[in-house]
């Protein structure tokens, strides 16, 4: 046979899948992966523990020595927890502030004084995202729950009605927009730049919210109709105080470190001379730790103040907001332990030389593996964590912009289709009074609905930015 025969027999065949070397770790991946789902959802392990376990797995599989694994663990437990834990609990201080200090209860009061019947499930999305901003998924929901039992009781107008836009509005805010510890931790992951990830996820939250919020609401509504059940009304927390904090300093206070953020984002767009003293100031206070510790420090006095908080008071608030964060602060941390055995061992490679024979979009592909992990495992957390270790590689050569839209891309399929392997799906069952076939019908249902939007409005700004 010729040489020229030789070069065209090659140039016809086509590559191979993957070599020995590529399939032990895509097997090593699934391994750690499929521990880590059976712990959760079968054996209902810890999270912590079962992504502990789940990186020992992937490690073992993948043929990497026990002790190159252990420092790949450790390595990525302490960088995440060094990256996102101070940003978590800034941001769990905050939050408690907002909740003890009655801001929330006097944001929800004051808009729904303003808002006509038939308006106000555009004021429970509007609601819920303010509130969701700086409050953890759980805690929005302790908070705004009561207060749309009581408004569906006294307007008459279905519960499904004007909760689908309050759960929607949490679970967005959640899943895309950062200081949230997902897409916190997707952020380091990924190494996108914090302040366009704040904007671009702002900007897909708005239209997502309002299409899986209201409008999805308005569907939902005639598929389940259910009364407000009377005891899953708990008193509300400025039902105990004698004053609470004004809707304009509250506001302003909730919003303070998402403005800061986004002054540094546009301050690299705009001012050329990175020496001038309004760029470096820009620069430090624009910093996630340093935006967030101003907003806490500045809600000391706004809201606790404000409430009639002695300083022993707020001490208190800042002691017991910190304690519920530690599960959460140590998933995270798992999760980044995870996500460095995942690149130590060559797994993300293997992914990015895989995704150029498929000829997939990298943010498709980010969406496809994190909806796969949050069906599998029920946690968005997880999810999001273990999926961005996974497409980290992907953002090589990308532009910080859509570096960012990877982050959101991730973020969204983290939200896909909770159903009963999650704790959300039962909380919110139980608060509505909803058997399990309703609250597939409407809030796993709603969960999916922001997913999809969420993602087609990454992939349409991915063509003109």
Known sequence: MSALNVELLAAATPPPIADAGHLRLALAALAGIAVIVLLITRWKVHAFLALTIGSGVLGTVAGAPLAKTIASYSSGLGSTVAGVGTLIALGAILGKLLADSGGADQ?????????????????????????GLPLFFEIGIVILIPVVLLVARRSGQSLVRLGIPALAGLSVMHGLVPPHPGPLAAIGAIHADMGITLALGVLV????????????????SGWVDVAPPERMTPARASDDLDRRPSFAATVCTMLLPVVLMLAKALADVVIDDQGSLAYRTLDVIGTPLVALLVAVMVAMVTLGRAAGFTKERISMTVDTSLGPIAGILLIVGAGGGFKQTLIDCGVGQMILDWSEDWHISALLLAWLIAVLIRVATGSATVAIISAAGLVAPLADGMTSTHTALLVLSVGAGSLFFSHVNDAGFWLVKEYFGMDVPQTLKTW????????VVALGFVMLLSLVL
Do not use: N, Q, Y
């Open 107 to 131: 944001i929800v009061d004051t808009i729904l004084a303003r808002t006509g019947e038939k308006r106000l499930p555009w004021a429970m999305a509007l609601i819920a995202g303010l509130v």
């Open 205 to 220: 939250a708005l239209p997502t919210l309002a299409i899986a919020g209201p409008l999805f609401g308005r569907i939902a």
């Open 444 to 451: 796993s249902a709603m969960e999916t609905v922001i997913s």
